[in-house]
């Protein structure tokens, strides 16, 4: 996902050009990855852009940074708004937004006090993660030799820049073995999550994903793809799993906003189920696209159209709470 270089960026309450949108080498997050993030995705509906589950990509923003004991100078619905913004501002149908909240440039040393809380806002147009033949075909996936980060080590639901160290390691390794993915175990030997997305597996008609406790984001995706299988009838448990599960499930998939809902066809060369898309993988699929897109009533209020006047809140964006 190479960046076309142009386009506005939202640094501390102004709008700046990409190629200016930069943080000095000495920054506190560069060295020590004091960082929280988030990850979220703008569609093009029928009724014009709409980010997908705003409010909570926001929460979940602010929550990251009350965990790492960052206090951002902007508050929740000041972010909200500036996401709305930028996106107005870059005039973009779709596109995937990445606030970060970072300690940044005072002075250098493991203390991160001394620095200031910034934030910042960057979006580009992006469509798949993997290629579009994945979301219907699936991917081939490996167990991961990486542990994922145990939770008295770095927070799960933290969305923290220094997380992803750890998701990296996972990454790089199933790439150089010529797999896509990898899914992690956490410190308990049971099933956690890929790299950047949760895990779902279908057996039997019922639906699985690891808890929170098996250091796994609480992914929004995640929260939406249980949500419509509830809808759709489908039992969801939300349980430990051991491994072996990922060679007995007859179907699984990975949920994320990157990821979106892509099925797995075979870990460890072992073929899930048939060894392709599921039919409840593909009913949830289908229902989550069509949410996302606008072609399904949106019952659970998910979308915010950066146009219509419910998508604006009352606060300006270059408001800050405090500075
Ligand atoms: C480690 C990890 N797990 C799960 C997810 C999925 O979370 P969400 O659906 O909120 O994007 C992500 C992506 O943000 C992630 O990085």
Not at 6 to 34: C, F, P, Q, R
Not at 144 to 152: G, K, L, V
Not at 174 to 180: D, K, M, N, R
Not at 213 to 224: F, H, P
Request: charged share 20%; proline share 6%; hydrophobic share 40%.
């Amino acid at each position: 996902m190479g960046f076309p270089g142009t386009g506005k960026v939202w640094m501390n309450g102004a709008l700046v050009e990409w190629k200016d949108a930069n943080i000095h080498v000495a920054s506190h997050v560069v060295h020590y990855g004091s960082g929280v993030f988030e990850g979220a995705r703008c569609y093009d509906t029928k009724n014009g852009p709409a980010c997908f589950r705003l409010d909570e990509h926001v929460r979940r923003l602010m929550e990251s940074a009350r965990i790492y004991r960052m206090d951002p100078p902007y508050d929740a619905a000041v972010i909200r708004q500036a996401i709305l913004d930028t996106i107005l501002a870059n005039d973009f149908k779709a596109c995937y937004i990445r606030p970060i909240v970072y300690r940044g440039y005072e002075a250098l040393g493991v203390n991160p006090f001394p620095c200031p809380v910034d934030v910042a806002i960057i979006l580009w147009e992006w469509t798949t993660m993997f290629t579009a033949e994945s979301l219907e075909q699936g991917l081939d996936v490996k167990v991961s030799t990486w542990t994922r980060i145990a939770p008295n080590t770095l927070p799960a639901l933290a969305k923290s820049v220094s997380n992803y160290a750890n998701s990296q390691l996972i990454k790089m390794e199933a790439l150089v073995e010529g797999y896509s993915e990898a899914i992690a175990l956490d410190h308990n030997g049971f099933l956690s999550e890929g790299s950047g997305q949760n895990l779902f597996l279908v057996r039997d008609g019922a639906l699985y994903t690891p808890p929170t406790a098996s250091s796994v984001l609480g992914g929004i995706t995640r929260d939406s793809v249980m949500t419509i299988a509830r809808d759709l009838g489908f039992e969801v448990r939300e349980q430990v799993l051991p491994r072996e599960m990922l060679y007995l499930a007859d179907e699984a998939f990975f949920a994320g906003t990157a990821v979106e809902v892509t099925p797995i066809r075979s870990v460890d060369k072992i073929k899930v189920g048939g060894g392709a898309r599921g039919p409840i993988t593909e009913a949830i699929q289908s229902r989550f696209f069509d949410i996302v897109r606008g072609e399904s009533p949106d019952t659970h209020g998910w979308l915010s159209f950066v146009r219509s006047p419910a998508a604006t809140g009352p606060a300006k964006s270059g408001a800050a709470k405090s500075r």
